[in-house]
């Protein structure tokens, strides 16, 4: 990082002034001179080719031409320091300078400009034996010119011993710049120097913990592993079709992906489960395979390897997935030798296919018994019912309740006939005034026959005798053994409905897997992927390192805050 000098600014504005009376300068304080020791002799350097001012040519010329020398100075708008400046190089010069103004002009008619760095220089760097050149007798230009001839000021007639080169001292304004540049420069390369050390700490960082790890994994990759063969394959599992009575929404999920799906994923997670493992290991040998020597030390299985650390290694090369959108299955069984990649799917398929047949097995068992129980039930409660019928009907002496009423009604309607015709007889041979008692007293018997027979009857069908059962309670009871039959036959109806249902939908349970990809043995390894590999172990090293680099600063800076 490098920082930009700063330099105090002080107030460098120009001021307007008005210019100034010629009274106004007769109050000033006047600035005398002072006597240097060498007299009249002068020892400032002129400028070359400008010839030297005489020694009074700091007088004052006339009042007009001043006047108007001091107002276009004034015009100028000088500012504050430029005008103490002037007024200081005056009273070094031992110019009675009325004011600041006044001292700028008699300064300019001196050939010096007071707003110029490089005026005094000229000054001071004349060489000794340089000739003074004669003054100017009337200069008339008062306008200021930095390279106007210089004057002859008191003492310039002193000589002081030269050396062959004269020595130029720097000015406190060029000396501070210099140091400024210099701290400058020098931290600047001292930013560099600590820019290059962190590179080459950074970088000896990324070697020892990316560079050197990541070469590290391209040789493990590229020269030790072992190659492994990958064989895939795919299956689906799909439901039975419904039967043609089922309607037009009967089929509507019938082979899709949604109407197996829980059977997909309980597969699934039986062929990724320790069972599986168990079984391919007691079948075909799976922990045997990679304990074999020939397999790279970070692949192989220890000798005495647990059933976890196989499992660990099952679940690593037998893997399996499951789409929801076609419901197909895919899986892919990985080993050192491709034919026994190939016989651990088939094995594995065959595994899957059992458990298809176990996962649909129980429901249709539990609807088929369901149903038979409900129809052998229903036959047994039948059964009863028959038999208290017939019992009801041997005790009773009657086959049926309705035809003993029926033939019992006719009876007495035949008999209420007969009595009211023996009654409208017997009513004919009253109404004689002589009739004929002999013939009226076998029908007057005839007509209580009939009554008594028809109270019989009567009695009969609603009253019990001595040991005898009325006719209406042989009725209801027949009648209630009738209706339990009728509804042990519907319900027997029902039941065997109910069980060719579950039957047909038993037949709908089930599930059959179809291999769409067998497998087969590639002739070709499928790992390691050693550029992949190598390329995601060096982007995990490198994001380690960051998150590890951005932690330790963020302490830091806590720490020193």
Do not use: C
Not at 74 to 93: D, I, M
Not at 109 to 134: F, Q
């Amino acid at each position: 990082m490098t920082t930009k000098p700063k330099a105090a600014r002080f107030f460098v504005r120009r001021v307007e002034r008005p210019a100034l009376p010629p009274e106004t300068g007769a109050d000033d304080m006047p600035f005398n001179t002072h006597e240097d020791g060498f007299g009249d002799r002068d020892f400032r350097a002129a400028v070359p080719g400008t010839p030297a001012a005489p020694q009074d040519a700091a007088a004052p010329a006339d009042d007009e031409d001043d006047d108007a020398a001091l107002a276009a100075i004034a015009a100028e708008g000088l500012t504050g320091r430029q005008l103490r400046r002037a007024r200081l190089l005056a009273q070094k010069h031992g110019l009675d300078a009325r004011s600041d103004l006044d001292a700028v002009l008699k300064l300019r008619r001196l050939g010096i400009d007071p707003l110029v760095r490089s005026s005094m220089l000229h000054v001071v760097t004349r060489p000794a034996d340089a000739p003074i050149p004669a003054p100017d007798p009337a200069p008339q230009d008062n306008s200021p010119d930095p390279g106007r001839q210089l004057a002859r000021l008191p003492g310039d007639g002193a000589q002081l011993p030269q050396r062959s080169k004269p020595i130029k001292v720097p000015s406190t304004e060029q000396r501070a710049e210099v140091n400024q540049a210099a701290e400058i420069l020098r931290m600047q390369i001292e930013i560099a120097r600590r820019r290059r050390r962190k590179l080459v700490l950074l970088f000896a960082r990324m070697l020892v913990f990316v560079f050197l790890p990541t070469l590290l994994a391209g040789w493990y990759f590229y020269r030790v592993a072992t190659p492994i063969y990958s064989t895939k394959s795919e299956f689906v599992i799909q439901q039975a079709g419904p039967a043609s009575s089922g309607g037009a929404l009967g089929g509507l999920f019938s082979g899709t992906a949604l109407a197996t799906s829980q059977d997909s994923i309980a597969v699934q997670g039986y062929l990724q489960s320790r069972e599986a493992m168990i079984r391919l290991e007691g079948d075909l040998g799976f922990r045997a395979h990679f304990q074999n020597p020939a397999i790279d030390s970070l692949q192989r299985l220890d000798p005495d390897a647990s059933m976890e650390s196989a499992y660990k290694v099952y679940k690593r090369f037998v893997k399996i997935s499951y789409d929801p959108t076609e419901g197909l299955i895919r899986m892919e069984v990985m080993a050192a030798d491709p034919q026994i990649a190939a016989d651990w799917a088939d094995q594995l398929i065959a595994y899957a296919e059992e458990q298809v047949d176990q996962l649909t097995q129980r429901l249709r068992a539990d609807q088929m018994r369901d149903a038979q129980v409900g129809y052998d039930d229903a036959q047994t409660n039948l059964a009863a019912s028959q038999r208290r019928l017939i019992e009801l009907q041997e005790n009773f002496q009657v086959l049926s309740s309705e035809a003993e009423v029926g033939l019992i009604t006719t009876q007495i309607a035949s008999l209420e006939a007969q009595l009211s015709q023996e009654r409208l007889s017997l009513a004919q041979m009253e109404a004689n005034q002589t009739p004929n008692i002999a013939r009226m007293e076998p029908l007057k018997r005839r007509i209580a026959t009939l009554e008594d027979e028809i109270t019989l009857l009567r009695a009969r069908m609603t009253e019990g005798g001595a040991g005898e059962t009325s006719l209406a309670q042989v009725q209801g009871e027949l009648l209630v053994a009738q209706a339990d039959l009728q509804t042990r036959q519907m319900i027997l109806a029902q039941s065997l409905q109910s069980m060719e249902t579950a039957r047909v939908e038993a037949n709908r349970q089930v599930r059959y897997l179809s291999v769409s990809v067998h497998p087969t043995p590639p002739d070709a390894a499928a790992y390691p992927r050693a550029f992949e590999n190598t390329m995601v172990t060096m982007l995990i090293l490198l994001g380690i390192y960051l998150m590890v680099s951005m932690t330790a600063a963020i302490l830091r800076e806590q720490v020193s805050a």
